[in-house]
């Protein structure tokens, strides 16, 4: 075999956190429509299906020249890192990958701590593993210990979106839950890439658009086409799929690009549902459209209002009242479509009294709006978001700074022993820095 990639559990022994990175099935469809043999492993899912799944004595019988594992999300450092020395023991030649936001930004800690990675991918990594295929074929790959980058920007119209094949138990892949397979019998539905990036700077978000300048060298998002995002879900229909999980917030691009799109869509005839997390508070005219297009009971809108003041949502990267909020959430019901909220624990900006009014709208929301979900989860410092990189700009004391710092609390999460859950601590912010 070629390539084989892996999708660590966070947890070590134990399913968890199943959900790959969206982009990693078009990066093995480019080295497989290149003439590569590949195939991929998620060993979260594995030790869903099979508790006694043990993953050395797997890579002893699946030997790869390169094995390629993401550390996108840093919950995955202590797996990651444990499955890079894992498969160096076993296959001490073969050439170990790492890639991802998370590996992105901390790749030289990466080479520089972990002799067992011999390359770290930085930004997108369709072209750079590609390339060092081809190059090991020749028998001029690149030099080991070194960083991986793209030549040019992501083409998003160039790659196959759709095809999940490679992945072994890719039909139960399609049933992933956070930390299991979902057993409701509800419809099948897989992450789907239309789009990259983001047009917002939310202090807490790892994936903010001044992140997507640094990691991947875009300003502004990068959108597939309408015509192909059409016959790509039509596609994901006719493999069965009930539903997919848009990548991207359709409703942030301009209404001429989203109507194209849904004439797109209903052209093609696929009949599907989606679920999408809007960034802000999508129009009404948009949210009509969107159920006039996918199958409004299998169709989703997440939207965050993260917190009972205004100030502080605006603060938050979410600059929308509770009255708008609350017009949103009438049209988003008048439509027929579900609704899921997203409030969060520990944002910048507290006044006193916040956490109260939080808790009220919250409640006053659900008991008005009936959502099918409603959370209010506490937020974890994610490597290079605005308030890891600005803390002052936010009043946060950051405690997670280097990959040694997320390695020892993802290692402690699974091991059972204390960690550090939010990785900072709040403090005042000014009224100026407010502003
Ligand atoms: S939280 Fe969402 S809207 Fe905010 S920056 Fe991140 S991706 Fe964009």
């Not at 300003?219 to 192909?228: D, G, H, M, W």
């Not at 409004?296 to 009242?321: H, V, Y």
Request: aromatic letters at 8%; a positive charge.
């Amino acid at each position: 075999m070629d390539l084989l990639y892996l999708h660590p559990s966070a947890t070590r022994g134990k399913p968890s956190f199943l959900f790959m990175p969206a982009g990693v099935f078009p990066m093995l469809n480019h080295a497989r429509r290149h003439g590569f043999a590949v195939s991929a492993v998620n060993e979260a899912v594995e030790l869903a299906l099979d508790p006694h799944f043990d993953t050395a004595q797997f890579l002893a019988t699946h030997r790869a020249q390169v094995y390629a594992l993401d550390l996108h999300w840093h919950e995955h450092a202590h797996g990651a890192l444990s499955l890079a020395r894992l498969i160096k023991e076993r296959h001490p030649d073969a050439v170990v990958v790492l890639g991802g936001i998370t590996a992105s930004r901390y790749a030289d800690e990466i080479l520089r701590d972990h002799p067992a990675v011999d390359h770290v991918v930085s930004g997108y990594g369709e072209e750079p593993l590609l390339q060092l295929l081809q190059g090991l074929r020749r028998r001029a790959a690149p030099a080991r210990r070194s960083v991986l980058t793209a030549a040019a920007p992501l083409a998003l119209d160039d790659y196959d979106e759709t095809d999940h094949t490679a992945l072994l138990h890719a039909r139960e892949y399609a049933m992933a839950g956070i930390h299991g397979l979902r057993t409701d019998g509800g419809p099948r539905g897989v992450y789907y890439r239309n789009g990259v990036g983001c047009t917002r700077n939310c202090p807490y978000c790892g994936g903010a658009a001044s992140a997507h300048v640094e990691v991947f060298g875009h300003r502004r998002p990068l959108r597939r086409s309408p015509a192909l995002v059409a016959a790509d879900l039509a596609r994901l229909a006719a493999q069965g799929m009930g539903w997919v999980c848009l990548t991207h917030d359709v409703s942030s691009g301009s209404p001429d690009y989203w109507r194209e799109l849904f004439d797109e869509v209903r052209a093609s005839r696929a009949r599907l549902g989606v679920y999408l997390e809007a960034n802000g508070l999508p129009s009404a005219g948009f949210v009509r459209e969107l159920a006039r297009t996918f199958v409004p009971a299998d169709t989703r809108i997440a939207i965050t209002p993260l917190c009972g003041d205004d100030e502080q949502r605006a603060l938050n990267g979410k600059s929308f009242g509770a009255s708008r909020l609350k017009a949103c959430l009438r049209t988003i019901k008048e439509a027929g479509l579900g609704l899921v909220l997203y409030f969060a624990d520990g944002l910048p900006g507290p006044a006193p009294g916040s956490r109260a009014r939080s808790l009220l709208l919250k409640a006053q929301l659900e008991a008005e709006f009936r959502p099918q979900m409603s959370f209010r989860t506490p937020l974890t410092l994610d490597p290079g978001s605005p308030m890891q990189l600005r803390p002052d700009d936010f009043g946060v004391r950051v405690r997670l700074r280097t990959l040694a710092d997320y390695l020892a609390r993802a290692a402690a999460r699974s091991d059972g022993r204390p960690f550090d859950n939010s990785g900072y601590g709040l403090r005042a912010v000014s009224a100026r820095r407010r502003r």
